[in-house]
C-alpha cells in the first residue's frame, strides 16, 4: 500500500542535544510537510519542500531546519532541542494536479526532551 | 488569532444517531475544506473536504456541509458508530504557492460514540 512512513515512532532525546526525524511516502508526491503538534493543539506548519523548493513558515525557529535529499525522504533536524519542543511531529505529502489540496499524513513521531 | 475554530472540545452521541461537529473560520481566503480523523498514537487520516464552489459533499456515512456566507462548516456522521470515537480535525486550504496548499488546522473536537 502507498504510505507515509515516519521513523521512529517515538524519540526521546536530551536537552541540547541533536535530532533527526525521518519521513519517506511511497506515494510519488512532489510536496511534503513538516507539522507539530502539542498536546490539545492545532498541528501547526513548520516547512514545506516543493519538490526541491524549500518554504519555511515566517514563525518557524532557526533551530529547527529540514532537508529533502530526494523524492522520497524528507528529514527533521532539530538542531537544540528545548523542552518547549517536545510534541508530535507529523509529516505530511500531497501531490500536483488532482486533489492536490488533500494532504496525507504519517503517523507521526511523538518527541520526548529530558 | 485562530483562524480555524472548533468550538466544542468534546462531543458524546448515542450509537445508531447523527453526530455533528462545527467548525467556524475567519480568512475569505480559505478555499477547500477538508475533515480529518485522527485516533491516539496515530497521524491524521482524510475524511472528507469539500470545496468553496459546492456546499454540500456526501461520502457514505459523513457529510460536509458548508455555509460560505456564515463561514461555517459542519461535519454530520449518520449513524454514529462505536468506532466513530476519535478526533475529529477540520482544515481549511489557501494556496501557499506553486503546487502547494497551507492547511491550517481547528483545535479538534473530541467525538465519543456510547455503545
Known amino acids: 500500500d502507498a504510505m507515509v512512513i515516519q521513523n521512529p515512532r517515538y524519540q526521546v532525546t536530551q536537552f541540547g542535544k541533536p535530532v533527526t526525524l525521518s519521513c519517506s511516502q511511497t506515494l510519488n508526491h512532489n510536496v511534503m510537510y513538516w507539522y507539530q503538534q502539542k498536546s490539545s493543539q492545532a498541528p501547526k506548519l513548520l516547512f514545506h519542500y516543493y519538490d526541491k523548493d524549500f518554504n519555511n513558515e515566517a514563525d518557524t525557529p532557526d533551530n529547527f531546519q529540514s532537508r529533502r535529499p530526494n523524492t522520497s525522504f524528507c528529514f527533521l533536524d532539530i538542531r537544540s532541542p528545548g523542552l518547549g519542543d517536545a510534541a508530535m511531529y507529523l509529516c505530511?505529502?500531497?501531490?500536483?494536479?488532482?486533489?492536490?489540496?488533500?494532504?496525507?499524513f504519517g503517523p507521526g513521531t511523538r518527541l520526548l526532551v529530558l | 488569532d485562530q483562524q480555524v475554530k472548533q468550538n466544542s472540545p468534546s462531543l458524546s452521541v448515542q450509537e445508531g444517531r447523527i453526530s455533528i461537529l462545527n467548525c467556524d473560520y475567519t480568512?475569505?481566503?480559505?478555499?477547500?475544506f477538508l475533515w480529518y480523523k485522527k485516533y491516539p498514537a496515530e497521524g491524521p487520516t482524510f475524511l472528507i473536504s469539500i470545496s468553496s464552489i459546492k456546499d454540500k459533499n456526501e461520502d457514505g456515512r459523513f457529510t460536509v456541509f458548508l455555509n460560505k456566507s456564515a463561514k461555517h462548516l459542519s461535519l454530520h456522521i449518520v449513524p454514529s458508530q462505536p468506532g466513530d470515537s476519535a478526533v475529529y480535525f477540520c482544515a481549511a486550504s489557501e494556496h501557499s504557492g506553486a503546487g502547494s496548499y497551507q492547511l491550517t488546522f481547528g483545535k479538534g473536537t473530541k467525538l465519543s460514540v456510547i455503545p
Open positions: 505530511a505529502t500531497s501531490r500536483v494536479g488532482w486533489d492536490q489540496e488533500t494532504q496525507y
Open positions: 480568512n475569505s481566503m480559505f478555499d477547500y
